[in-house]
């Protein structure tokens, strides 16, 4: 039985929100610019406490029209005449800006999207620093990337991301765009604008030419809007598959470049040998880490039968000690779900796996009394044919299987539409090659997970989408000449 | 006396036998100057899917062969071409290719086989990388093979053919292919070489027929993962294909703008087309 262990009591140690300046209301950044939208408002809340954070503007087909038409203007008359080293070193700058200014980055992008300030500044922020600084030094080496000796930009492109990773999705867009030659238009999510607002404000103290950078607000519509303008070259999402199809089917028949980094339900298998402390903090990182809002989450955890036992205590016993509130709290290890939705979804899909009969365990933590949460939660007794096992839940839930052979873990792994990512866990290092290959997925990590690198290609095989994010190959992504 | 000579039954190339179509249906290939050459085998939706089926069922054992040996397999391919030279010369000139094209057609196309066996064994060392991230780790990105291919062959009758299927099955892809319905005969030619040389069942598949009725239930296939649309030259299918290849996101490799020069030096946007990126890591550590 587990319990939950004594040990001091952490005191709060919330860090301060006096560091940013949240607007009462925002326009939309289009040519250099905060413009006024044609349409609507909506507003954005921090989902820890429900709080209105700011009023922002729902931009319109005619508001994106504005924002492609700035971006080709800025395409054509500045930046594609600009040689790659001036590009860089405005890149350059941008990288510069967000180290400097990343707590309040941080800050800003856990009251909005609900996640720990110690995963907001530890992860995502330094990140979005570098992969600014890495895709920097690409701008003016763009022959040596292997697509001959003068590849071209792509124009115009049009960038829908979504509301798990908001400021780092931006960087991982819009740096390799821009260090191609591209200009762009980006929508963020509509519960997650505030960080890309902010960065609205980067661009300026970059002093980047007007229309190289757009922002846009909205919901779907406005990134229909987005993906299906004519003068767009390029698009880009990062979202659920379902969107991700219906972007592939209206880019059909056009010559528009695409790539799509879709959902997952990524398999974490453990071995008996492998080293089981590690393997522990893999799993629950794997699962838990930002409230299990990653498409790469180790959603299905895939145990050897010899030491299920063993695997799930240790976990039980670590899950007791995640301590779940305040994002802006420095202790919190699991902040808020993002939006009322999302805990819905969350909440339905648990219920059918209690339904299927599959046997729930959550970790003891007390639920705040406002704002969306869902207590760290693994499923055992779960097999293939399971919801649970096969749709993505996109929250911090675990679905528990096991095996005996290493040929069952990979059909068992692979038995998915999707194919983003994989954990193995092993000491064995010819099991571990030997798994890596098998595993049809775009990434596989092995005695690590979750790790993330501006220089290490990121994507999907099958309906986890196509096109690779992360150096060179993310680059080619936006460039002609490379099929990627 | 003249010798009556014994003519050849055209028929389909499926997991590496030549089965009639299931459909019973035939039709009549023509010369350039509209004359009766053979009845052709037509496709239907069945064979499609039985084809689908071997280039499955190939998949595992092609993707997993040494890219040395995947090299020497399609090697072997251009080795017994050369010996149906005259043979193909023979069909595509009936086909009514212009008589000064026909020979350097058919020695490019011998010739494109051999630069794609080259690349088998070396298009991963080009397409991955080892990648420098800022900790302690291993990290190696590598392309392996998308799957099931499905290509609609371009009209180009035997260099356009060689051109799109030799690139994918040089990467461990397992294929089915719409040959060209107006130029068969040299596909079941090529077909016939892929039986005899060293090719396993199932990983090329050619079927004749109409593309325009083929082509769809490929593109829609849920265990087709990508779709080469090189031969198709009506935008409006070329829409509708792209449209139902969305439905489990194959990777579409959209038809030529223009005209397409075959006979040009390729690029590696063919092998590109059709592999996936994996990227690995691993601790370093003591």
Redesign the interface.
Known sequence: MTTKRKTFEYAPAPESRAIVDIKSSYGLFINGEFVDGKGGSFKTISPATEEVLAEVTEATAADVDTAVRAARKAYETVWSKLPGSERAKYLYRIARIMAERSREFAVLESLDNGKPIKESRDVDLPLVA?WFFYYAGWADKLGHA?LGPDPKALGVAGQVIPWNFPIMMLAWKIAPALAAGNTVVLKPAETTPLTALLFAEVCQQAELPPGVVNIITGAGPTGQALVEHPDVDKVAFTGS?AV???I??S???T?KKVT?E?GGKAANIVFDDAPLDQAIEGIVGGIFFNQGHVCCAGSRLLVQENVYDDVIERLKRRMATLRLGDPLDKNTDIGAINSAEQLARIKELSAVGDAEGAERWSAPCEIPDHGFWFAPTIFTGVTQAHRIAREEIFGPVLSVLTFRTPAEAIEKANNT?Y?LSAGVWTEKGSR?LSM?SQLR????????FN?F?P?????G???S??G?EG???GLAAYLQ???? | MTRIDVRKTHKLYINGAFPRSESGRTYEALDAKGDFIANMAKASRKDARDAVLAARKAFGGWSTRTPYNRGQVIYRIAEVMEGRRDQFIAEILAGGTPPKRVAPCVDASIDRVVWYAGWADKYVQ??G?A?????P?F?L?TPEP?GVVAIIAPEAPLLGLVSVIAPAIATGNTVVVIATENHPVPAVTLAEIMATSDVPAGVVNILTGSAAEIAPWLASHMDV?GIDLAGVTD?AL??EL??A?????K?V??AP?GPADWLAEP?L?RL??FV????????IGV
Do not use: C, M
């Open positions: 570098q292997g598959t991700g199809k219906a592939a089917r880019v059909a028949g010559s799509l879709l539409p194919g571990i890596a997925a775009g990434v596989v990590w092995a005695n690590t790790k690198d220089a290490s290609p990121f994507g095989y099958k309906e989408g196509y690779r150096g060179r190959h000449g490379a099929s990627a | 080009v397409l990388n990648n420098a991230v800022s900790g780790f990290n990105s998308t993962n935008p070329a829409t792209e449209v290849a969305a439905e489990n996101l990777r490799l959209r703008s690029t946007a590109e087309a996936e990126t994996k990227t690995v890591w691993h601790p």
